[in-house]
Nanobody, 128 residues
């Protein structure tokens, strides 16, 4: 069974940092693009960051550029999201996602519909 499991969320003060983890199991994700999305209460799920399966291409939402860094280790296999300079508006449930296998080598999609597999989410709460 394919599983994506997020961890690393928590409560942090504004200006602080967190590192989110997404552990994959059940099949290989080494040829899947992967991404992070988030959903705040009462809002739609939105794109945060994505990374191609080779790691050579990355995309970020404008709201997180310069503060968030996405990376992956296909040998683990685990994806990471380093979050710095946290703001209260970053408060949300953060989800990791993966595309089908053998996705475009340079593809790092931003559209939610491109992703076939989803984790259960990890809560990030930023206090002001």
């Amino acid at each position: 069974q394919v599983q994506l499991v997020e961890s690393g969320g928590g409560l942090v003060q504004a200006g602080g940092s967190l590192r989110l983890f997404c552990a994959a199991s059940g099949r290989t994700f080494s040829t899947s693009a992967m991404g992070w999305f988030r959903q705040a209460p009462g809002k739609e799920r939105e794109f945060v960051a994505s990374i191609s399966w080779s790691g050579g291409s990355r995309n970020y939402a404008d709201s997180v550029k310069g503060r968030f860094t996405i990376s992956r280790d296909n040998a683990k296999p685990t994806m990471y999201l380093q979050i710095d300079s946290l703001k209260p508006e970053d408060t949300a449930v953060y989800y990791c996602a993966a595309t089908r296998t053998f996705y475009s080598r340079a593809g790092s999609p931003v559209n939610l519909q491109e992703y076939d597999y989803w984790g259960q989410g990890t809560q990030v709460t930023v206090s002001s």
